[in-house]
């Protein structure tokens, strides 16, 4: 049997290369097989930190007996869904039409036209629960593609076409203004849990878009329950299970509403946005917890996602070997018990530690068990002693057997890490971080950015081992990186980010905008799909409609670029519809939005490089809260030198021979700065 898996860069797909399954890759010449022989596709997507997709491998594809009927009767494609996103857009909107719900492992059966006719998520091995077993699916589904084709045919093209006709028009809504972001969020308040923070009840996911827009609606409007909504809920995640009280990083989500319980893998995009949304709670507010966070986390993603290349890989699973079963379990590297914290750190240290970190008899996970938090009302420790405590714990976890790792680069997701490296070590003067953040830009550069002669440019998706992988960035992936790199810009007053940024923008309007102004997630010259993929709302992480919308906004504020900031505005017409009714699915629209109400307001900090005086008014600019201020720094031009590397750094001159900073907003520019404390109040919250 071919192993057609064996050179991809997915770690999932490699994951399943030694199955008994004979899987082929996403590819055209898996549809003209099915085609040649006269059998359906079997389509599987997932992800390789995914625990059921581990299971169903574990059980049905594992399997001899099943992988036989499945080699027979199909032909069988894998999917990574992190590397296809458009793929599984389309098939997960068919699963999610056809039962109202979806969820990964996501499993669709295809006519050779790639037309959806059965779909399902995880199938046990045996029928439970009311679920039919894996194999009975298979034997129901080959029955119906032998014994009734006609009918398996006319349901696969009802579906597409259903599919077809689901098409977005959100063109004519116009730009969301302040009574839409107002109604936004009236609507978080009636969701929120004001006892345990978040929104909604279990599983509880962190809204970190969510709390990016309240500190921004704080910041423009001055309302004190946005803030309130944000502070209390990032305590509530960095207090819980969710949060790794050892080694920093946050799990993917909360099995219950008080964040106790995790689902443990740990994705990179969840912890760039959270260590984002931490610093930025710093710079609102002072807090010291939002402070330790963000660094922990920050160090976290350098530590332990870092790859050799530079860049960072996409996740940890929640799957590790338990040393006393020999068995891959959920949580086994970061639960404990009692007895374990007494083995390790004996019975006075062990007994505070359990107190401390929330450790019971009874257990807060499987087996009696707990996951560490830092509840409320623990002991009071001094400080040295709490170091010293979960050092020698981080050691002793340290010989536990690890989760693994997908090491595959993902370019959205590099680009969000980007922006809260350099932001994190810009706000806490920790230059190692900038440095980081640099050279994840230099590698999605080097090995994702394919600019040579004769070939349309575009950004690559994925990379592996320095190996960059087949398949083209989507829409997120432009929109996350120009984002990362216009962060980077304003941190290190390196104009080529900016440049950089600019040209995938460019891109973006030339390949991925449609003539009313609504964004897709795959280019004009992608693969053709039953549907091209078109999905604003967002979940995970920030769509690619509103990621890029933020950066074409945040370009045109420091271009002056009037297409960039009309596309942004159409754009934000999305939001204009959602944000209202959906405020929980538009989270990263909505901060964009405040940002456009905002200005944004543009800042030029001029001086010579090594002039503290500059650095303290760069520093202040840095740490304003105006929503998505944009920041440039650079030697002064007075109007006979030109324009260097950032346009607005354009005629700025230094006032009295001093670094001056400019802050201009619509137009209209207030009185140049020497005094990096007026900068900082030019800068602040605006009233009504």
């Known amino acids: 049997m071919p192993n057609r898996l064996a050179n991809e860069t997915s770690p999932y797909l490699l994951q399943h290369a030694?199955?008994?399954?004979?899987?082929?890759?996403?590819?055209?010449?898996?549809?003209?097989?099915?085609?040649?022989r006269g059998v359906p596709v079997l389509l599987s997507v997932g992800y390789s930190s995914c625990h059921w997709c581990h299971v169903l491998a574990i059980e049905s594809f594992e399997d001899e007996l099943t992988a036989a009927y499945m080699n027979e009767h199909f032909v069988n494609i894998k999917v990574d869904r992190e590397e296809r996103p458009d793929v599984d857009a389309v098939y997960m909107e068919a699963v999610q039409a056809a039962t109202g719900q979806g969820g990964w492992p996501m499993t669709v059966f295809l006519t050779a036209d790639a037309e959806p006719f059965y779909f399902g998520t995880y199938f046990p091995p045996e029928p439970r629960h009311g679920m039919p077993s894996f194999m009975q699916v298979l034997e129901g589904v080959r029955a119906a593609w032998v014994g009734r084709p006609e009918e398996v045919a006319e349901v696969a093209q009802k579906i597409t076409r259903d599919l077809a006709g689901r098409q977005l028009d959100y063109g004519k809504a116009g730009t969301p203004g302040p009574e839409e972001l107002a109604q936004a969020l009236l609507g978080l308040t009636r969701e929120y849990d004001a006892t345990r923070g978040g929104f909604g009840g279990a599983p509880k996911f962190p809204p970190s878009m969510v709390l990016e827009f309240l500190l921004r609606h704080h910041a423009r409007t001055g309302s004190e329950g946005a803030l309130q909504m944000a502070a209390?809920?990032?305590?509530?995640?960095?207090?819980?299970?969710?949060?790794?009280?050892?080694?920093?990083?946050?799990?993917?989500?909360?099995?219950?509403?008080?964040?106790?319980?995790?689902?443990?893998?740990?994705?990179?995009?969840?912890?760039?946005?959270?260590?984002?949304?931490y610093a930025h709670l710093w710079r609102?507010?002072?807090?010291?917890?939002?402070?330790?966070?963000?660094?922990?986390?920050?160090d976290f993603m350098v530590r332990e996602l870092r790859t050799g290349q530079g860049g960072f890989a996409s996740a940890l699973d929640a799957d590790s070997e338990d040393p006393a079963?020999?068995?891959?379990?959920?949580?086994?590297?970061?639960?404990?018990t009692p007895a374990q914290l007494r083995e390790v750190l004996g019975e006075d240290d062990g007994a505070l530690a359990a107190g401390y970190f929330g450790v019971t008899g009874e257990g807060t996970f499987e087996h009696g068990k707990s996951v560490l938090q830092l509840p409320q009302d623990g002991p009071a420790v001094e400080a040295e002693r709490i170091a010293g405590i979960k050092a020698r714990l981080l050691?002793?976890?340290?010989?536990?057997?690890?989760?693994?790792?997908?090491?595959?680069?993902?370019?959205?997701?590099?680009?969000?890490?980007?922006?809260?490296?350099?932001?994190?070590?810009?706000?806490?003067?920790?230059?190692?971080?900038?440095?980081?953040?640099?050279?994840?830009a230099d590698l999605l550069v080097r090995v994702h950015f394919d600019a040579a002669p004769g070939r349309a440019p575009r950004l690559s998706r994925t990379s592996k081992d320095g190996?960059?992988?087949?398949?083209?960035?989507?829409?997120?992936?432009?929109?996350?990186?120009?984002?990362?790199?216009?962060?980077?810009?304003?941190?290190?007053g390196e104009g080529v980010w900016l440049e950089f940024a600019g040209f995938l923008l460019d891109l973006v309007l030339d390949r991925f905008t449609a003539e009313d102004g609504s964004l897709y997630d795959t280019a004009h010259d992608a693969e053709k799909l039953i549907r091209r993929p078109q999905d604003p709302t967002d979940t995970a992480a920030p769509?690619?409609?509103?990621?890029?919308?933020?950066?074409?906004?945040?370009?045109?504020?420091?271009?002056?670029?009037?297409?960039?900031?009309?596309?942004?505005?159409?754009?934000?017409?999305?939001?204009?519809?959602?944000?209202?009714?959906?405020?929980?699915?538009?989270?990263?629209?909505?901060?964009?939005?405040?940002?456009?109400?905002?200005?944004?307001?543009?800042?030029?900090?001029?001086?010579?490089?090594?002039?503290?005086?500059?650095?303290?008014?760069?520093?202040?600019?840095?740490?304003?809260?105006?929503?998505?201020?944009?920041?440039?720094?650079?030697?002064?031009?007075?109007?006979e030198g030109g324009e260097g590397e950032f346009p607005l750094l354009a005629e700025r001159a230094l006032v009295r021979d001093l670094p001056a900073a400019y802050v201009c907003r619509h137009f209209v520019c207030a009185r140049p700065t020497t005094d990096p404390v007026e900068l900082a109040e030019q800068l602040g919250a605006v009233r009504p």
């Open 18 to 36: 030694d199955n008994p399954v004979d899987w082929w890759p996403w590819s055209p010449e898996a549809f003209a097989e099915a085609r040649e």
């Open 467 to 492: 190996r960059v992988g087949a398949n083209a960035g989507v829409l997120e992936d432009y929109g996350d990186v120009a984002e990362g790199f216009l962060a980077l810009a304003a941190v290190t």
């Open 543 to 639: 769509s690619g409609w509103t990621a890029a919308a933020g950066a074409l906004l945040s370009y045109a504020a420091h271009t002056g670029s009037e297409a960039h900031r009309t596309a942004a505005e159409r754009a934000l017409a999305v939001v204009h519809a959602l944000g209202p009714r959906v405020p929980r699915f538009i989270g990263h629209g909505l901060s964009v939005a405040e940002a456009l109400l905002d200005g944004p307001r543009e800042v030029a900090v001029v001086g010579h490089p090594d002039d503290p005086a500059r650095a303290a008014l760069h520093r202040a600019a840095l740490l304003g809260t105006a929503p998505g201020a944009v920041v440039a720094v650079g030697l002064p031009q007075p109007a």
């Open 284 to 298: 609102a507010t002072g807090s010291e917890l939002a402070r330790r966070v963000a660094l922990e986390t920050a």
């Open 395 to 440: 050691a002793a976890r340290a010989e536990r057997p690890a989760p693994g790792r997908d090491d595959k680069v993902v370019a959205a997701w590099n680009g969000l890490a980007i922006a809260a490296l350099a932001e994190c070590g810009a706000y806490f003067e920790r230059p190692d971080l900038v440095e980081r953040a640099t050279e994840a």
């Open 232 to 277: 209390d809920t990032c305590e509530a995640m960095a207090r819980g299970g969710i949060y790794d009280q050892l080694a920093g990083g946050f799990a993917r989500y909360s099995v219950d509403r008080e964040w106790v319980v995790p689902h443990f893998e740990k994705m990179l995009y969840d912890n760039a946005l959270l260590c984002r949304v």
């Open 325 to 336: 079963s020999g068995e891959h379990v959920e949580g086994a590297y970061y639960a404990w």
